[in-house]
């Protein structure tokens, strides 16, 4: 499916939470909208796909929307979000990301979720989730390591499977070795590291598999959807 690229500015860029992601974090932050991965094995499971006002008709997979000011709306909304938050009684709390995947091949020109950890340095929710299924998360370690001393931060990473092929359906976005090699030098960096298992696919070596998650993992979480 070709991928159709475009560029855009936001006006807000933290979303309160909702529904079950309400009980995990504060907000979300979506620093591109769609996602090049849904042509992949995560995107046939993906929810964000049946989500009408964001795909607008578009095949899911087939269009990334660039948030080029992504950074400087979060430095816009920050105070006033952590206020909102606080009132409540709530951590100021951030999941990165929900509906797309921060560390898609395309952050490598475009960095903008870089740019948004840097911001976040320098003034930090109260803590940060991130979520991908792509092993490119591993290359901001030095930026982790920053966060790491002014909030609370996760690395989820999701593997589904030992499996790199499943008859019937499309590859993974990336190899199953690749992300369990990212967990793992996350891991020797002394950052938290979750494995998420969402959802559970047909699994060739069980024993072998979580022996493996064990050794990269402070934890991992099992969904069947």
């Known amino acids: 499916m070709p991928l159709e690229i475009s560029h855009t500015r936001v006006r807000n860029i933290l ?3 909702s529904g079950f992601l309400r009980t995990v974090t504060s907000h979300s932050l979506q620093p591109y909208q769609g996602c090049s991965f849904g042509s992949s094995l995560c995107g046939v499971f993906c929810y964000v796909q049946h989500n009408g006002f964001l795909t607008r008709g578009r095949s899911w997979g087939g269009f990334l929307e660039v948030r080029d000011n992504a950074t400087e709306a979060y430095r816009a909304q920050v ?3 952590r206020r909102w938050a606080h009132a409540r009684g709530q951590r100021f709390s ?3 990301s929900s509906s797309t995947d921060p560390f898609l091949p395309q952050e490598r020109q475009e960095g903008i979720t870089r ?3 840097e911001a976040m340095v320098g003034d930090p929710p109260d803590q ?3 979520q991908t299924h792509s092993p490119l998360v591993a290359q901001y ?3 982790y390591q920053a966060l790491s001393e002014v909030t609370e931060l996760r690395i ?3 593997i589904e499977s030992d499996r790199d092929r499943l008859p019937g359906l499309p590859p993974p976005a990336s190899p199953v070795a690749d992300r369990i090699a990212a967990a793992t030098t996350l891991r020797h960096s002394d950052l938290q590291v979750v494995i998420t298992v969402a959802p559970l696919l047909p699994i060739a070596e ?3 598999f979580f022996r493996c998650l064990r050794d990269c993992a402070d934890a991992v979480v099992i969904d069947h959807y």
């Open 15 to 17: 979303t309160r939470t």
């Open 79 to 81: 105070s006033r979000e």
């Open 94 to 96: 951030i999941f990165l």
């Open 115 to 117: 740019s948004l950890l």
């Open 128 to 130: 940060l989730v991130l």
């Open 141 to 143: 370690i030095e930026l």
């Open 156 to 158: 989820h990473i999701s």
């Open 206 to 208: 069980p024993e072998e």
